[in-house]
């Protein structure tokens, strides 16, 4: 071989070289960090609903307590809310944000669990609950005044914590 067949078998070689090091390492495994977003991603939104869920904090009698709860944004998602659901965890519970604030009505139609509703106003506290609801009832719900957000919980789940009007909700 000549030098410039020489020069072409070593441009050749190193070609090869850089081309399996790029395809090795393509097929290298991301690291954790990499894939924690998708996970993070997984476990914020609720597996039955689709629903994004986040924290919320009540504090009250110098205690709180944490809940993790759907956000029920749109109206379609909130004229849903918790109807057909058979299990809702103790901690766990839905958020309706009302944007305007307003005067709120709720009723459990197709709802098949008992729920703890709770009106919260525009300074953050609670304004009222209406506790233990009566399943699949159509009787009206209604706000003691303007309501910002109104959160729902297992029925009887907010006596249990102590949890009465005028204790502080924070999302």
């Given at each position: 071989m000549g030098r410039v067949g020489q020069g072409v078998e070593k441009l050749t070689m190193r070609f090869a070289?850089?081309?399996?090091?790029?395809?090795?390492?393509?097929?290298?495994?991301?690291?954790?960090?990499?894939?924690?977003?998708?996970?993070?991603?997984?476990?914020s939104t609720h597996s039955e609903s689709g629903l994004e869920v986040i924290p919320l904090t009540v504090s009250y009698n110098g205690g709180e307590h944490e809940f993790r709860v759907e956000v029920a944004k749109t109206a379609a998602e909130q004229a849903r809310g918790l109807m057909f659901r058979t299990a809702l965890g103790e901690n766990e519970g839905m958020l309706f944000p009302r944007d305007p604030p307003g005067f709120a009505s709720f009723w459990m139609k197709n709802t098949v669990i008992p729920l703890d509703i709770i009106?919260?106003?525009?300074?953050?506290?609670?304004?009222?609950?209406?506790?233990?609801?009566?399943?699949?009832?159509?009787?009206?719900?209604?706000?003691?005044?303007?309501?910002?957000?109104?959160l729902e919980i297992p029925g009887g789940r907010a006596a249990e914590l102590g949890i009465v009007p005028g204790a502080r909700v924070e999302w």
């Open positions: 070289a850089i081309a399996a090091s790029v395809l090795l390492s393509s097929c290298t495994a991301q690291p954790e960090a990499a894939a924690q977003p998708v996970a993070a991603e997984a476990t009106f919260v106003g525009t300074d953050g506290r609670i304004t009222n609950i209406a506790a233990m609801t009566t399943p699949y009832s159509l009787d009206s719900i209604p706000s003691d005044g303007v309501a910002a957000a109104v």
